[in-house]
């Protein structure tokens, strides 16, 4: 005898063994790769979210579970002078408070890989912070390396400068750089006592009268 069988003990027996005897990923899928997420006309094709590596493996998958069960069913079926042709699975389904762990078990899974892709772009981020601060140290040490080099460059300029000036008028360049320091001597709420014979005043002492 054939026919469809819908719901015979025997079958639902088996159906049950196989179902609480493999995770759930098992009778859903059949095979690692998820299957891509079909985008609209005139949409981009969407992947998965999910890296492989945030994925649950698949031994066995949905349509071996399904043959390993029509195998097992069929063993008992002669004995009912009935031929058990195929089985398919329409629709899996738990009791409310299994259902109620299922739901909270699929969001606590979620949230671990939320968390997982969290710490990991946390890490990217201090790794390009890292390598941020190490190149702006690098290029603030190049900037005042290249500062101090044009800035002694410039001093061994000016005191060339300053030495063929004093080369060319020895007596007017002291005397220059004496008016220099008279402007810039500052004795405010202090007293300076000098001598007549103070070198400090030669030259006032020799301005004609």
Known sequence: MTGVVKRIPIVVSSVRDFVSANPLVELVRTADSMPELEAEEGQPEVSSPFPVTAQERVLLGREQITRAILAEASKSMPAFGMELIDVRTKRINYIEQVRTKVYERMVSERKRIVAQFRSEGEG?????????????????????????????????????????AFNQDPEFY????????????????????????????????????
């Open 124 to 164: 990217k981020k201090a790794e390009i912070l890292g390598q941020m601060e190490k190149q702006l140290k690098s290029i603030v040490s190049g900037a005042y390396r290249k500062a101090e080099e044009i800035r002694g460059k410039a001093d061994a300029e000016a005191t060339k400068i300053y030495g063929e």
């Open 174 to 209: 002291a005397f220059f750089k004496t008016l220099d320091t008279y402007k810039e001597a500052a004795y405010k709420n202090a007293f300076v006592i000098l001598g007549t014979d103070s070198d400090y005043y030669r030259f006032l002492k020799t301005i004609p009268k």
